[in-house]
């Protein structure tokens, strides 16, 4: 299904309507959630879950359950190669072939192919970089998030909004460091529970007691594991993963900016309590690969007209510096992180919490 293919709302009710707003996080971390939502929607257990399935079969929804923590968990990093054109195809093959690989985006810049890697160590992650470099014959940019000033992909999306958040005006926003070497110091429970559920939960009427049987473990301890993951910030939230493309939200523009250095928190914090920004984060320059840029920004929107006229708003009220704006033009990969080797590095970890 394309963005806005005839009309994705066609056959959406008032129900289906509150399933997508309202339930992109805050699922209940209960043995039987869909109970819970569909008292709470005014539908039976049965009809809550039906109806997520149609959407996930749809496409509007992604895939159901937990959105996890690349920074927290483990060592992540944007990434960049500059392909040359006639190659393009044959690099992006090679850097979608890892698993730790979870997103991949062409934009219209030299810097052609962006991508993500997410790992359970630094040494993990540099390791698959360096034989990217060395396989494609690309130089890397590499460039892992520093300060997180605000990050989500959570909003409306029954709607006519021109831009992601349009209808939000409520945002929390602060300077979150973030240190390359995060392991999250996991408990075997927490990690083989992380591994089973990164790539969604299984729609069922048990979701949680599918998990626990998968890495045979008690239902109640699974809940109480993800109860502390929500609340240590491993797992940012559960809920319906919105397919932000689908639904219309496909003209999204990473706009790179030369900020002042004892001007970054002041302007990040401000730049990202925006209602139209979706994502602000500091990552480092690269002077020797020419690449003078420190703060990055999001913002999705259905239209590229609103998508720049809101860009023209930031240049000119808030960031008035030297800046870039990379359009994404085609996604190469777009799956959840991969965290598959937590768990051997958890069952040799002395840190652990849970027992």
Request: proline share 5%; hydrophobic share 40%.
């Amino acid at each position: 299904m394309s963005a806005l293919d005839d009309d994705w709302r066609a056959g959406l009710d008032e129900v289906d309507a509150a399933l997508i707003d309202g339930y992109q996080s805050g699922f209940p971390v209960v043995e039987r959630p869909f109970r819970v939502v569909g008292e709470a929607l005014g539908v039976s257990e049965d009809e809550a879950l039906r109806r997520v399935r149609d959407l996930r079969e749809r496409g509007v929804f992604r895939r159901f359950g937990a959105v996890l923590n690349p920074p927290v968990i483990g060592s992540s990093t944007l990434a960049a190669v500059q392909a040359p054109e006639d190659r393009f195809d044959e690099v992006a093959a090679v850097v979608n072939e890892y698993r730790q690989v979870n997103h991949n985006y062409r934009r219209d810049h030299a810097w052609n192919m962006w991508f993500v890697v997410t790992a359970g160590s630094r040494e993990k992650r540099d390791a698959i970089l360096a034989e990217i470099e060395e396989r494609t014959g690309c130089a890397v940019l590499v460039l892992p998030m520093l300060t997180d000033y605000y990050i989500d992909l959570e909003f409306p999306v029954v709607n006519d909004d021109r831009f992601a958040r349009e209808s939000l005006t409520e945002t929390e926003v602060s300077a979150t460091r973030i240190s390359e070497d995060a392991t999250g110091s996991l408990s075997p429970l927490e990690a083989a529970l992380l591994v089973e559920i990164q790539g969604g939960f299984p729609l069922s009427k048990t979701p949680y007691r599918d998990v626990a049987a998968a890495i045979d473990a008690p239902v109640d301890r699974v809940l109480a594991a993800v109860d502390r993951l929500l609340a240590d910030g491993c797992i940012k939230r559960i809920g319906c993963v919105v397919n932000h493309v689908v639904t219309g939200f496909d003209a999204n523009c990473m706009v790179v900016w030369d900020v002042p250095d004892g001007e970054l928190d002041d302007r990040g914090t401000d730049v990202g309590s925006l209602p139209y920004v979706t994502l602000c984060y500091h990552r480092p320059r690269r002077p020797d690969q020419g690449w003078p840029y420190n703060l990055f920004t999001m913002i999705h929107g259905r239209d590229p007209a609103a998508v720049d006229e809101m860009i023209d708003e930031l240049a000119a009220e808030h960031l008035p510096f030297t800046h870039e704006r990379l359009y994404s033009t085609e996604t190469l990969k777009q799956t959840g992180a991969r965290y598959d080797e937590l768990v051997a590095s958890a069952e040799g970890d002395d840190r652990s919490r849970c027992r």
